[in-house]
């Protein structure tokens, strides 16, 4: 069984920061892409920024120059720098990878629960 588990979401004022992460644990062989998506309410859910496993990595343009996603290949985990907040990047956001699970090996989707990150004054 392979778990995405995220955490550093929260509430923060217009321009401030905030950092995502995401670990991979569990039953993994390895990783391959992972990425952060978001849903804000009424909305679809949207893809913010990707890395893959060779460290390429791919930002929504409502984000470049603010975001920064990395990963920790080690430790099968991933980050998101979120500077300059803005109101409109209020949403869940989701964290997602491919992975090739040990027992059985195969490689599927997973996602994380989801974390709420607010930008308020």
């Known amino acids: 069984q392979v778990q995405l588990v995220e955490s550093g979401g929260g509430l923060v004022q217009p321009g401030g920061s905030l950092r995502l992460s995401c670990a991979a644990s569990?039953?993994?062989?390895?990783?391959?892409?992972m990425a952060w998506y978001r849903q804000a309410p009424g909305k679809q859910r949207e893809l913010v920024a990707d890395?893959?496993?060779?460290?390429?990595?791919n930002y929504a343009d409502s984000v470049k120059g603010r975001f920064t996603i990395s990963r920790d290949y080690a430790m099968n985990t991933m980050y998101l720098q979120m500077d300059s907040l803005k109101p409109e990047d209020t949403a869940v956001y989701y964290c997602?990878?491919?992975?090739?699970?040990?027992?059985?090996?195969?490689?599927?989707?997973?996602w994380g629960q989801g974390t709420q990150v607010t930008v308020s004054s």
């Open positions: 890395i893959s496993n060779d460290g390429t990595t």
């Open positions: 997602y990878a491919e992975v090739v699970s040990d027992f059985p090996r195969r490689l599927g989707d997973y």
């Open positions: 569990g039953s993994v062989f390895s990783v391959y892409t």
